[in-house]
């Protein structure tokens, strides 16, 4: 557990309430109103690390991310956010430093992520280098 300032804890979980997780999503820009929220629950629990920012005062769930991998060989990291009126304050730092260390601890040390568009420079000081050479791609049906 990682505490950030007076208000906000930092802690990686198995479990949290659905539909905040569904805000933190539509919060990010990805979270279609088709989705169910009833997913969210094997959501966390299909992923290797789930962590969530919590608001000590109202024990709301404010920022999340997390880790999908098969807990051998490689960790992605992934659904990094923060509500807006949180950004700023150091709270996705906690975050990505949670995530990055419950992976080396687990022995996964080959971590990536995508960085949006001119936040690359967010993940350098903790140890991220654009891949040079390399395009991510997503799959959006047969060609």
Not at 33 to 40: F, R
Request: proline share 3%; glycine share 12%; net charge negative.
């Amino acid at each position: 557990m990682n505490v950030v300032g007076d208000n906000i804890v930092v802690q990686l979980v198995r479990s949290w309430d659905n539909n905040e997780i569904a805000d933190l999503y539509r919060a990010g820009g990805w979270w279609k109103e088709e989705y169910d929220p009833a997913a969210i629950s094997s959501l966390i629990q299909g992923s290797f690390s789930f962590a969530v920012a919590v608001e000590k005062k109202s024990g709301k769930a404010i920022g999340m991310g997390r880790v999908i991998s098969d807990g051998v060989s490689d960790g992605y990291i992934q659904d990094l956010v923060v509500i807006s009126d949180y950004r700023n304050s150091g709270i996705g730092k906690e975050l990505v430093s949670a995530l990055v260390k419950n992976c080396i601890q687990s022995g996964i040390t080959w971590i990536a992520l995508i960085a949006e568009p001119d936040t690359e420079k967010f993940y350098l000081p903790f140890g991220f280098f654009p891949m040079e050479g390399h395009v991510p791609m997503i799959f959006r049906g047969e060609g």
